[in-house]
């Protein structure tokens, strides 16, 4: 049975930042870059951590992007996005959209999704086009759901993922 606060209960304690980061940060997690186009059709995307799948039917995802953010706002302006799941390898992919430069798609290969136009980067391990359904605000972050419109799978790539502010290379095993 869960309980509930009332309203007129004071918040409890919170933790501080570092605390609130390293607990956090000790669950490991895919690599993602979300991406969409502007009204000019000009691309944006920043990489994303926190992804997970919401329902099968219908077949939802959400990602949660730190606002203000010129990747969500070209996802409320166009209601679609793209979810690449980042390979092994893509280090500096990853890197470049955290980071602020404005030109993160420069010397990154991508082409247009079939469903949605939302850019699909070259080599991931996975993509998910979707389509917009809801925008929820959680703190300084958007919590975007996203029905999926289209996705595929590379059969040959293993995924990148980040670990107390590491990135790893996941290695597939054999069944013995």
Same mark, same amino acid.
């Given at each position: 049975?869960?309980?509930?606060?009332?309203?007129?209960?004071?918040?409890?304690d919170?933790?501080?930042l570092?605390?609130?980061?390293?607990?956090?940060?000790s669950?490991?997690t $895919?690599?993602?870059v979300?991406?969409?186009?502007?009204?000019? $059709?000009?691309?944006r995307?920043l990489?994303?951590?926190a992804?997970?799948s919401?329902?099968?039917?219908?077949?939802?995802l959400?990602?949660?992007v730190?606002q203000p953010?010129?990747?969500l706002?070209a996802?409320?302006?166009?209601s679609v996005?793209?979810v690449n799941f980042?390979s092994?390898?893509?280090?500096e992919?990853?890197?470049?959209?955290?980071?602020?430069v404005p030109?993160r798609?420069?010397?990154?290969?991508?082409?247009?999704?079939?469903?949605?136009e *939302?850019?699909?980067l070259?080599?991931?391990? *996975?993509f998910?086009?979707?389509?917009l359904?809801?925008?929820?605000l959680?703190?300084?972050?958007?919590v975007l759901?996203?029905?999926?419109?289209?996705g595929?799978?590379?059969?040959?790539?293993?995924?990148?993922?980040?670990?107390?502010a590491q990135f790893?290379?996941?290695?597939?095993?054999? *069944?013995?």
């Open positions: 049975m869960s309980e509930r606060l009332s309203t007129s209960d004071p918040l409890p919170q933790v501080d570092h605390t609130f980061r390293s607990v956090m940060g669950l490991p $895919g690599v993602s979300v991406t969409s186009l502007t009204a000019d $059709g000009e691309p995307g990489t994303c951590s992804v997970c919401v329902s099968a039917s219908p077949p939802l959400l990602v949660c730190k953010s010129a990747t706002q996802i409320h302006d166009s996005f793209a980042l092994a390898g893509m280090t992919t990853a890197r470049t959209f955290a980071s602020p030109e798609f420069e010397g990154v290969g991508w082409t247009p999704g079939k469903r949605t *939302a850019p699909v070259d080599d991931t391990v *996975a998910a086009e979707c389509v359904t809801s925008s929820h959680a703190g300084d972050h958007q759901i996203g029905r999926l419109v289209h595929d799978i590379s059969a040959t790539h293993t995924p990148l993922a980040y670990w107390r790893s290379e996941l290695q597939a095993h054999s *069944a013995a």
